[in-house]
């Protein structure tokens, strides 16, 4: 009976939007400026739940490193979410170096951005296989990013090199590691737009300043959104915008936020900075 009731229950979740639509699909080479405009977003995941975002409006400059803050249920992976149209904004519109991501189809869109989640993603297979599925790549390439994101000496003490194995789920990996191979993996498609959701929460310090040492060196012509757990990640980038409960609070160089001692943004790192202190 469970069963059944599933089956109904997913039959009745409504279909994304299409793949392609072919008489809206952008030019082959955009975004070239990588330049985000969110236009007075409202989003609600069910009628009878409250709004998440109300009414966001700002603009993520292109080639900019963007950090998004906020305490937990501010809508931070809403955004991220409304950006890769995994869900739809009720009211308002997203432009991407002028295009409405809503009149365009799902893969042309997704397959110009480039996201690492919370939860690292590795499957079952190689090194290889991991890092390039569609062999669109070469073993220089390869070789390069892997360099680029630390993990050469890691994967040369195989044998096997890059057709070293992968367990499932990565489980020889460890959960830095994992990371540093999806931030590798989003390196060689080269994406004009790349989103880091939350993506340094469960590693280490040392790891985390490792993939953000990456990050600023390697994508100086990307932008780049940080939806940020640890407070110091985003302290570098050049806007940081805080959200509180679906509204923006904030949006400014961090450094101008942390000359008012009553910013929000100030409030988070003096919280951050009391909780990681040694007792």
Known sequence: MIS???ILQFSSIPSEAPLIIQDCRPEPEWPTEGKIELQNIHIQYDPAAPMVLKGVTCTFPGRKKIGVVGR?????????QALFRVVEPLEGKILIDGVQISRIGLQ????????IPQDPTLFLGTV???LDPLEQHTDKELWEVLKKCHLAEIVRQDPRLL?????????????????LVCLARLLL????????????????????????????????????????HRIPT?????????LDEGTIAEYDEPDRLLQNNTSSFSKLVSEFLSRSSPK
């Open 163 to 179: 057709d070293a194995p992968v367990a499932e789920n990565g489980e020889n990996w460890s959960v830095g590691q994992r990371q």
């Open 72 to 80: 937990t249920g501010s809508g931070k992976s809403t955004l991220v």
């Open 234 to 242: 985003v302290i570098d980038n050049d806007l940081v915008l805080v």
């Open 128 to 130: 290889r296989t991991n």
């Open 189 to 228: 498609k080269k994406r004009r737009i790349l989103v880091l959701d939350e993506a340094t929460a469960s590693i280490d310090t040392a790891t985390d300043n490792l993939i953000q040492k990456t990050i600023r060196e390697e994508t100086s012509e990307c932008t780049v959104i940080t939806v940020a």
């Open 108 to 115: 042309d869109l997704r397959s110009k951005l480039g996201i």
């Open 4 to 6: 059944v009731e599933r």
